[in-house]
């Protein structure tokens, strides 16, 4: 069973939706929670990062960590053409990075 | 500040030819690693460094694959010889260290990538 387990995709949105990306974990060690947003051909890049339950806001963006059924999910409002990326959900415990496959999104003007 | 600089950011060669890729981290940044991101998929830990030690090089394929990093700065990655298999773009990233606190906070950075092609 792979550490972190992500919705593949690909998910295509009018401008201005609501995006809902998930993941699941295994391993209830403490450890933290991160959505990385990767452009085409770029390195990915931290977006937002978490180690509690509950909700985390930063602009247009709600990271979610749910402990209690090991689900992460990452929330964009009024989703943007510039927000098409692929988005990794990763999470951090024992000095080590463990990241999901990705889900490409696509946000249409 | 800069960033994680890569390079080349493109390689293609023939099977069997040995390739290596270099990374400069963010200064200061103690810790280097080398990931593997595969088509469609996540970035896959091949080493990782705290300075000049390799402390986590369980997924490093060592029959072809080496790396090296010097002086505790730049890293080198190396295959030789490569295989069909091994097309990718290979990711470096470096963190602050992360019993400082640095990686606490999740921030990985990471370089652009070298995209490699093995014909």
Known sequence: QKEVEQDPGPLSVPEGAIVSLNCTYSNSAFQYFMWYRQYSRKGPELLMYTYSSGNKEDGRFTAQVDKSSKYISLFIRDSQPSDSATYLCAKYNFNKFYFGSGTKLNVKP | ?119
């Open chain 2, 1 to 119: 500040e800069a960033g994680v600089v890569q390079s080349p950011r493109y390689k293609i060669i023939e099977k069997k030819q040995p390739v290596a890729f270099w990374c400069n981290p963010i200064s200061g940044h103690n810790t280097l690693y080398w990931y593997l991101q595969n088509l469609g998929q996540g970035p896959e830990l091949l080493i990782r460094y705290e300075n000049e030690e390799a402390v986590d090089d369980s997924q490093l394929p060592k029959d072809r694959f080496s790396a090296e990093r010097l002086k505790g700065v730049d890293s080198t990655l190396k295959i030789q010889p490569a295989e069909l298999g091994d097309s990718a773009v290979y990711l470096c990233a470096s963190s602050l260290d992360p019993t400082s606190g640095g990686a606490d906070t999740g921030e990985l950075f990471f370089g652009e990538g070298s995209r490699l092609t093995v014909l």
